[in-house]
C-alpha cells in the first residue's frame, strides 16, 4: 500500500444560494442598525446635503469669478469674488471635519452594537451550535466582518451621497447653463449605469470568495495555536505550515481576483469621464467656433463637468467597499439568524432547590438522530448524596452531567430537581446554583484570585482565602511565584494542569452550590495533591447533592451510591464495596485499575 504524506485538511464553509448584491432587504437591515442612533444619523445626512452642495457651488464660484470681474478685468471685483470663495471654502471645510466626525462616530455605535448582538447571541446558543462552528470562524464575524460594515455606512454611504448629491446639483447647473451640451452628457449616462451593473456581479462573488477565505485562514490559525502542544508533540509543524501555507495563498488569490476587478472597474470608470470629458470639449468647441455660446459661459460648464464626473472613480471605490459590506453584513446576519437548536419553554419558570434531589426518569439522548448516545437511564440521588458515575470511556458519563446540567434536552424523559422538569425552568435560574469542574477547566488571563472569584463575583478577598483553607489547598496557591496574584496566562498556560485544577476547585468551593458537577475532576491531579484533596473534598461534598464522573476509582470510594454505565446504559448500581465484591462491569474496572 502506498503511503500518502500527511496532510491537514481544512473544509471550505458552505454555501448558502447567492444573493443580490444590494439586496433591499438586507439594506434594510443595515439601515435598521442606525435606528437607535437616529439623531446623529440625520445631523450626518444634513451635513452630507450641505457638503453636497457645497461642491458644485464651489466650481460656480469660480466660474464665475474667470468668467466675470476676471474676464471684465475688473481687480476689484475678482478681490471681492475670491474673498467670498475663500469664505465659501472655509464653511465648506468645516461642514466636511464636522461629517467625519459623526461619521467616524455612527460608524463605531453600530460596529460596538454589532458586535454585543453577535457576542450575546454566541453565548446563548447551545453547546451542539459549538461543535459545528470553527472558533475562526466566529472570531472574523465578529472582527473582519463588523469592520466592513463599518466602513459601509460610515464610507461607502455618506461619501456616496456626497459624490451623487455633488453630481446631482452639477447636473442641475449644468442643464440650466448649456441645456444642448448636458444633453450630450445625459445620452452618455447610460453607459456608466451598465458598466456598473456589468461589474457588480464579478466584484460581490469576489469579496464573498475572498470573506470566505479569509475565515478559512483565521479558524486554521485558531486550531494551530490551540493545538500547539499537539503540532510540535508529533513533530508536525511542517504539515501545519504547508496547510497554512496553502490557505493563504489561497487568501491571496481571492485578493488578486478583487483586486483585478477593480483594477478594470475603476480606470474604466474614470476613462468613461475622461472620454466623456473630451466630447464635451469637441461639442463645446465647435458651438464656440460657430458662435452658438460665449467663450464664459462654456467655460463654467466645463467647471461643472468636471464636479460632475470627478466623483465616477470615488464612487467606483465606494461601490467596492459597499460591495464589500454587503458581503459582510450578509455572513454577520446568517450567525445572528442562526436558530437555537432548542430554547428554554417560553412559560419557563425559576427554579427554586430546596432539597437538591435529582431524577433521571427513562431519559434517552443522541447528539446525532441516528446514534443513540443514552438509553432508558433512570436513578434517582437523594439529597445531600454523592452519586459517582463510572465506566469506559464513550459510555455516556459525561453526558448525564450535561444533561442535568441542562447544557443540552434530553430526546425523551425527563430531568428533575427536587420534582421539577429542568424543561419548565430556566436554564440560567438552574446553574445559578450548581457548580461545574471539569477535566479541562478554563481559566481567564489574569490572577488566581480573580480566577477563584468568578465563582463568586461579590465575594472579598477573605472569603476567597477562606474557601482554600476550607479546601486545604491555601498552602499550594500560596506556594506560586506571587500566591494568589500569580497571573495564569491565556487559558492558565503559566500553570500546571494540577494547579488549574486547584483553583477550579477553590472556585467551586467559593460558589457554595447545591448540586455540584464533577467531571473527571481529579484526573489532572498527581496522587499526593489527589490525597490532600480527598478530605477536602469529602467537606465540598458534604450537604449537596454531588455527582462525579471518574476513572479513578479511588475518587468515588466514599460515594454513596455507585451508577455504572456501558453503552449509554445504566448495567449497574450500588455502594462501592457492593459492587466490587460482585462479578461485573465495576469489578473488571477496579481489576484493570489494580493492574495499571
Not at 503559566?494 to 460558589?511: P, T
Not at 454505565?565 to 464495596?577: K, L, S, Y
Not at 465484591?581 to 484493570?592: I, T
Request: with cysteine; charged share 20%.
Amino acid at each position: 500500500m502506498s503511503r500518502r504524506p500527511f496532510r491537514i485538511v481544512r473544509p471550505r464553509e458552505p454555501r448558502e444560494a447567492p444573493r443580490q448584491p444590494l439586496n433591499t432587504a438586507l439594506l434594510g437591515r443595515m439601515w435598521r442598525l442606525t435606528i437607535p442612533y437616529a439623531r446623529q444619523r440625520n445631523v450626518l445626512f444634513v451635513l452630507t446635503f450641505v457638503r453636497a452642495m457645497q461642491l458644485p457651488l464651489l466650481a460656480w464660484t469660480v466660474g464665475k469669478i474667470l468668467s466675470g470681474p476676471i474676464a471684465a478685468r475688473d481687480p476689484r471685483g475678482a478681490l471681492w469674488g475670491v474673498a467670498g470663495f475663500a469664505g465659501l471654502l472655509l464653511i465648506t471645510e468645516l461642514c466636511f471635519a464636522a461629517r467625519i466626525r459623526y461619521a467616524l462616530q455612527l460608524g463605531e455605535d453600530i460596529v460596538q452594537d454589532l458586535r454585543r448582538q453577535v457576542h450575546h447571541h454566541v453565548l446563548s446558543m447551545p453547546m451542539s451550535f459549538f461543535s459545528k462552528m470553527p472558533l475562526g470562524r466566529l472570531l472574523s464575524r465578529a472582527t473582519s466582518d463588523v469592520e466592513t460594515i463599518r466602513l459601509g455606512i460610515q464610507d461607502a454611504v455618506f461619501i456616496g451621497v456626497v459624490q451623487v448629491g455633488s453630481m446631482m446639483v452639477a447636473a442641475v447647473m449644468m442643464l440650466w447653463q448649456d441645456p444642448v451640451l448636458f444633453a450630450v452628457v445625459a445620452v452618455l449616462l447610460p453607459v456608466l449605469w451598465f458598466l456598473i451593473r456589468y461589474f457588480h456581479g464579478r466584484l460581490f462573488e469576489a469579496h464573498t470568495a475572498m470573506h470566505e477565505s479569509f475565515s478559512r485562514v483565521t479558524a486554521t490559525l485558531a486550531e494551530t495555536v490551540g493545538g500547539v502542544r499537539a503540532i510540535q508533540g508529533f513533530g508536525r509543524e511542517k504539515a501545519a505550515e504547508e496547510a497554512f501555507r496553502e490557505l493563504i495563498h489561497d487568501h491571496a488569490r481571492f485578493n488578486l481576483q478583487v483586486a483585478e476587478q477593480n483594477a478594470v472597474f475603476a480606470p474604466v470608470a474614470e476613462l468613461n469621464g475622461q472620454l466623456f470629458l473630451a466630447l464635451l470639449v469637441v461639442v463645446g468647441g465647435y458651438r464656440a467656433l460657430t458662435g452658438q455660446t460665449d467663450l464664459g459661459p462654456l467655460v463654467h460648464f466645463f467647471f461643472l463637468a468636471g464636479i460632475f464626473f470627478n466623483p465616477i472613480p470615488v464612487l467606483a471605490a465606494q461601490y467596492n467597499q459597499a460591495l464589500a459590506a454587503m458581503a459582510g453584513a450578509e455572513r454577520v446576519f446568517r450567525l445572528l439568524d442562526t436558530p437555537r437548536e432548542w430554547e428554554d419553554a417560553p412559560n419557563a419558570r425559576l427554579l427554586q432547590v430546596a432539597e437538591g434531589k435529582v431524577e433521571l426518569r427513562h431519559v434517552n439522548f443522541a447528539y446525532d438522530p441516528h446514534v443513540p448516545v443514552l438509553s432508558d437511564v433512570s436513578f434517582v440521588a437523594e439529597p445531600g448524596q454523592t452519586v459517582a458515575i463510572v465506566g469506559q470511556t464513550g459510555g455516556g458519563k459525561s453526558t448525564i452531567l450535561a444533561l442535568i446540567a441542562k447544557l443540552y434536552l434530553p430526546t425523551s424523559g425527563q430531568v428533575l430537581v427536587d420534582g421539577q422538569d429542568l424543561a419548565d425552568v430556566t436554564r440560567q435560574s438552574l446553574r445559578r446554583q450548581m457548580g461545574l469542574v471539569q477535566q479541562t477547566n478554563f481559566l481567564w488571563t489574569g490572577t488566581v484570585l480573580q480566577n477563584i472569584r468568578y465563582g463568586k463575583p461579590e465575594a472579598t478577598d477573605q472569603d476567597i482565602l477562606n474557601a482554600a483553607e476550607a479546601l486545604g489547598v491555601r498552602d499550594l496557591i500560596e506556594a506560586l511565584p506571587q500566591g494568589f496574584a500569580t497571573q495564569v496566562g491565556e487559558r492558565g498556560a503559566s500553570l500546571s494542569l494540577g494547579q488549574r485544577q486547584i483553583v477550579c476547585f477553590a472556585r467551586a468551593m467559593l460558589a457554595d452550590p447545591k448540586i455540584l458537577l464533577l467531571d473527571e475532576a481529579t484526573s489532572a491531579i498527581d496522587t499526593v495533591t489527589e490525597a490532600r484533596l480527598q478530605a477536602a473534598l469529602r467537606k465540598l461534598l458534604q450537604g449537596r447533592t454531588s455527582f462525579v464522573v471518574a476513572h479513578r476509582l479511588s475518587t468515588v470510594r466514599h460515594a454513596d451510591q455507585v451508577l455504572v454505565v456501558d453503552g449509554g446504559r445504566v448495567v449497574d448500581r450500588g455502594t462501592f464495596v457492593s459492587l466490587a465484591a460482585r462479578p461485573g462491569v465495576f469489578s473488571e474496572l477496579a481489576q484493570q485499575a489494580l493492574q495499571s
